[in-house]
Nanobody, 128 residues
């Protein structure tokens, strides 16, 4: 069983930064990838960023490329999302997800239905 727990959300002004953290309570050998998704009110959940356990493959949504950085610390079973130059449209609940089965292709991490475990979410609000 893997239970991701997010932290680091909050209220920030446009142009500011936040760093989200996600701790996965599992042996890292059982984790093949981790990702971040977000959902704004009235909108569908969307992919933000993902990274393989090894860290050699990572992906970003076009809307966050150049502003957000995903990283992982396997020793601590942690994944981080550094968010810079935040915009009002980044306002959403951010969810951490864990893939606990082997991947056929690392690009699977861009799609929410390939994840096995989800956190409860952390709210990010960007004021303009």
């Amino acid at each position: 069983q893997v239970q991701p727990v997010e932290s680091g959300g909050g209220l920030v002004q446009a142009g500011g930064s936040l760093r989200l953290s996600c701790a996965a309570s599992a042996d890292s050998l059982g984790i093949f990838g981790m990702g971040w998704f977000r959902q704004a009110p009235g909108k569908e959940r969307e992919f933000v960023a993902a990274i393989t356990r090894s860290g050699d493959s990572f992906y970003y949504a076009d809307s966050v490329k150049g502003r957000f950085t995903i990283s992982t610390d396997n020793a601590k079973n942690m994944v981080y999302l550094q968010m810079n130059r935040l915009k009002s449209e980044d306002t959403a609940a951010y969810y951490c997800a864990v893939r606990s089965a082997p991947l056929i292709m690392s690009t699977q991490l861009k799609y929410d239905y390939y994840y096995n475990y989800w956190g409860q979410g952390t709210q990010v609000t960007v004021s303009s």
